[in-house]
């Protein structure tokens, strides 16, 4: 650009003596001249190459630098979070709308899976946040929890069972087909427990679940959040025992430094939280 060694020493604040020799060694390295003549007026056909090739390298640097740049600033990025049914098809919707709107250049992928698919994902790293139950305490996840959500039995709207008009006992689901689900496995109580003894059917699919309720072939516990409130082939019958249920929250690898994508999310998700006593406690 300059056309002397003179004006491209002061350009790059070097004496000119120490920009030739730079050249000198560059030389020696590539096993060729970069210019014609030692006036370095004028490249070579290697020179031209080599310059044509610094340019791309440093438009590339540019647009790297851009790049993370906007990464920093939210604009750009990937993220993956994985998370329960119930969540996925009530909170998340309102989130993701939230979310894309802010950052639309962000990738996000949500993957469906029960609680132990979140826990399995988030430890090998196959997503940056996941959303289930908190089911004890584990040293290697952090959890900030969303909202608790109460079990009741989920019945044919037919039933016996729905037409009593008063919350269920244990004893009223003596003689009836149980169906287990990974969600009533966390239930911490003795009378369901003997009843969960009892049940040679287990079905974690959410969808197939409900459906087999609708077919007439047992009954289920699941959270409130858990069944579709507009279903009306479906009951879900209060417990006597109502302090039973679970707790849902975000789950991230201990010590792990989020991305800005996934710290943008989660404030979103942690300000869409249902407040105590709505549907979802």
């Not at 060729?32 to 056909?45: V, Y």
């Not at 989130?95 to 996000?108: G, K, N, Y």
């Not at 689900?181 to 059917?201: K, M, P, T």
């Not at 209060?238 to 929250?249: F, K, P, T, Y």
Request: glycine share 10%; aromatic share 4%; hydrophobic share 45%.
């Amino acid at each position: 650009a300059y056309g002397n060694i003179k004006d491209a020493a002061d350009r790059l604040g070097r004496t000119a003596s120490a920009v030739s020799m730079t050249l000198k060694q560059f030389e020696d390295e590539l096993g060729g001249r970069l210019f014609e003549a030692d006036r370095k007026s004028q490249l070579t056909p290697l020179g031209q190459h080599v310059l044509n090739g610094a340019r791309e390298e440093l438009a590339r640097f540019d647009r790297t630098v851009a790049s993370m740049r906007a990464f920093a600033r939210n604009e750009i990025g990937r993220l993956e979070v994985a998370c329960v049914p119930s969540v996925a098809a009530t909170l998340l919707p309102e989130v993701i709308r939230d979310f894309i709107a802010e950052v639309p250049a962000v990738e996000l992928e949500v993957q469906d899976m029960d609680s132990i698919g979140v826990r399995r994902a988030l430890e090998q790293g196959q997503v940056e946040l996941g959303i289930a139950s908190l089911m004890g305490s584990r040293d290697d996840f952090e959890a900030r929890e969303l909202f608790a959500d109460r079990f009741g039995v989920v019945s044919p709207a037919e039933h016996s069972l729905a037409k009593l008009g008063r919350p269920l006992e244990w004893s009223d689901l003596a003689g009836e087909v149980l169906i287990a689900n990974g969600l009533s496995q966390s239930i911490d109580d003795d009378g369901y427990r003997a009843l969960e003894g009892q049940s040679r059917l287990m079905v974690r699919n959410v969808t197939s679940l409900l459906a087999m309720v609708r077919g007439g072939i047992g009954l289920t516990l699941l959270p409130r959040l858990a069944v579709p409130q507009d279903d009306r082939s479906l009951r879900l019958l209060d417990l006597a025992s109502g302090s039973l249920g679970r707790r849902v929250g975000v789950l991230t690898r201990r010590g792990a430094t989020l991305s800005p994508v996934a710290s943008v999310f989660l404030d979103r998700l942690m300000a869409a939280k249902p407040s105590s006593g709505n549907g979802a406690g």
